[in-house]
C-alpha cells in the first residue's frame, strides 16, 4: 500500500511546491483560493486551483498523509488515467457542495444585514449579533451598552450598520483551501472497495476495519459541519462533499467489489 505510483507523486510533488511558493514566493492564495460564490473575488477556475492551495504546514502534511496511504492503491487498481479523473471530480465535487450551503448561508445573512440597515435599532442590533456573531457581540458589550442608552444617535447608528456590513463582507470572502475533499473522496473509495481491511490508526488502540473508519468518520464530519461551532475552521461539508461525490462516482462504475480484502 505505501509504493509510490505515479499520479500520487505528481500530486505530492505539485501540492508541496504550491505551498513553497505561496507562502514564500508569491501569495497565490489571494487568486486561487476558493471564494464564496458571492464574493466580487469568486472565480470559476477556483474549484480546481484551491484544491493545492493549503493554509499551513500541518494541514498539509495531514492531506498528503492520506493521499500517500490510499492513493497509490486506488491508483494500481484504476490505472493513471481513471485515478485522476476521480481525484479532481471528488476535490471539485466537494467544492460545489461546500460553495451551495455557503450561498444559502451568506444569502440569509445579506437579508439580515438588508432588512437591518432599513430599521438599525439596538434592539436589533443585538439580534442580528447573538444570532450571527455572537463572540463579536460579547467582545463589544460597551457599544451595546452605550447603543441602548442613546438608540437615536447618528454615530451610533451608523456604527452599528457598519459592523453589520463589515461582517457580512467579511463572512462573503472567506477562502477555501486544500485537498481534503479529494482525500475524503479517495478515503471513501478506499472503505467500498476494501471495507474488510483493518486499518491501524495512530488515534485507535485497536485495529478497525476501513468500513467502520469511514462511516463513523463521515458521521462526524456531519454532526460537526452542522454544529458550525464558531472557532471551527474546518470545511466540513467540503469533506463530506468529497465522500458523497466518490460514492455517486464508484456507483456510477459498478465498481462494487467483494474480493479485495
Known amino acids: 500500500m505505501l509504493a509510490i505510483t505515479p499520479s500520487v507523486r505528481n500530486l505530492l510533488i505539485l501540492n ?3 505551498y513553497f511558493v505561496d507562502k514564500n514566493i508569491l501569495t497565490l492564495s489571494d487568486g486561487f483560493a476558493l471564494r464564496p460564490v458571492l464574493s466580487p ?4 477556475y477556483q474549484f480546481v ?3 493545492f492551495l493549503h493554509g499551513n504546514i500541518g494541514h498539509l502534511f495531514s492531506n498528503m498523509f492520506g493521499l500517500f496511504m490510499f492513493g497509490p492503491l486506488l491508483e494500481r487498481m484504476w490505472g493513471s488515467q481513471k485515478f485522476l479523473f476521480f481525484y479532481f471530480f471528488t476535490g471539485i465535487g466537494a467544492g460545489l457542495l461546500f460553495s451551495a450551503i455557503g450561498y444559502f448561508e451568506n444569502a440569509q445573512l445579506r437579508d439580515a444585514v438588508e432588512l437591518y440597515i432599513q430599521n438599525p435599532t439596538p434592539e436589533g442590533w443585538i439580534e442580528f449579533m447573538t444570532q450571527h456573531a455572537n463572540e463579536f457581540y460579547r467582545a463589544n458589550l460597551e457599544f451595546v451598552n452605550n447603543f441602548e442608552e442613546n438608540p437615536t444617535n447618528p454615530a451610533y447608528i451608523e456604527k452599528s450598520i457598519g459592523t453589520v456590513k463589515g461582517y457580512y463582507q467579511a463572512m462573503a470572502n472567506i477562502p ?3 485537498a481534503s475533499g479529494a482525500i475524503f473522496g479517495i478515503l471513501m473509495a478506499f472503505g467500498l472497495l476494501f ?3 483493518e486499518l491501524f490508526m495512530l488515534f485507535i488502540p485497536f485495529p478497525i476495519k476501513a468500513k467502520y473508519f469511514v462511516t463513523f468518520y463521515g458521521l462526524y464530519e456531519l454532526y460537526s459541519g452542522i454544529q458550525n461551532a464558531p472557532s ?3 470545511a466540513h461539508f467540503a469533506h ?3 465522500m458523497l461525490f466518490a460514492y455517486i462516482l464508484l ?3 459498478g465498481t462494487r467489489k467483494t474480493n479485495f480484502y
Open 195 to 197: 471495507p474488510n481491511t
Open 232 to 234: 471551527d475552521n474546518v
Open 49 to 51: 486551483t484551491y484544491m
Open 251 to 253: 456507483r456510477y462504475w
Open 176 to 178: 477555501m483551501v486544500g
Open 16 to 18: 508541496v511546491l504550491f
Open 41 to 44: 473575488a469568486f472565480m470559476p
Open 240 to 242: 463530506l462533499g468529497g
